[in-house]
């Protein structure tokens, strides 16, 4: 069982920034990459950023790709406890979304994070003037 909790998450104008974290508990964390998501009004989910277990790699959207950075700490020694922050810059108003952290089982280069297995709450985002 895994646990994930997102905070960070308002209002800014567009060209602003914001820093969103997850805060990640359960066993076998090691084994899971760690995923962003995000949904808009009216959109299908989409796969934002997505790093692998060992933080080695990070995959991002075309979308966000040179704007977004996403990291994850491990914070205990059991390792039953990460952070995962997405530090998202310059951003447009077309960013609006609710934006999940979820960890996953399967990581690609070139696709991202596949297989979730928990999901976080989500935190909404609003880009407006």
């Known amino acids: 069982q895994v646990q994930l909790v997102e905070s960070g998450g308002g209002l800014v104008q567009p060209g602003g920034s914001l820093r969103l974290s997850c805060a990640v508990s359960g066993s076998s964390l090691d084994y899971y990459a760690i995923a962003w998501f995000r949904q808009a009004p009216g959109k299908e989910r989409e796969g934002v950023s997505c790093i692998r277990n060992t933080g080695a790699s990070t995959y991002y959207a075309e979308s966000v790709k040179g704007r977004f950075t996403s990291s994850r700490d491990t914070i205990s020694r059991d390792k039953d406890r990460a952070t995962a922050h997405l530090q998202m810059n310059s951003l447009k108003p077309e960013d609006t979304a609710v934006y999940y952290c979820?960890?996953?089982?399967?990581?690609?280069?070139?696709?991202?994070?596949?297989?979730?297995?928990?999901w976080g709450q989500g935190t909404q985002v609003t880009v407006s003037s």
């Open positions: 979820a960890v996953a089982r399967y990581y690609s280069d070139y696709r991202g994070c596949r297989d979730v297995d928990y």
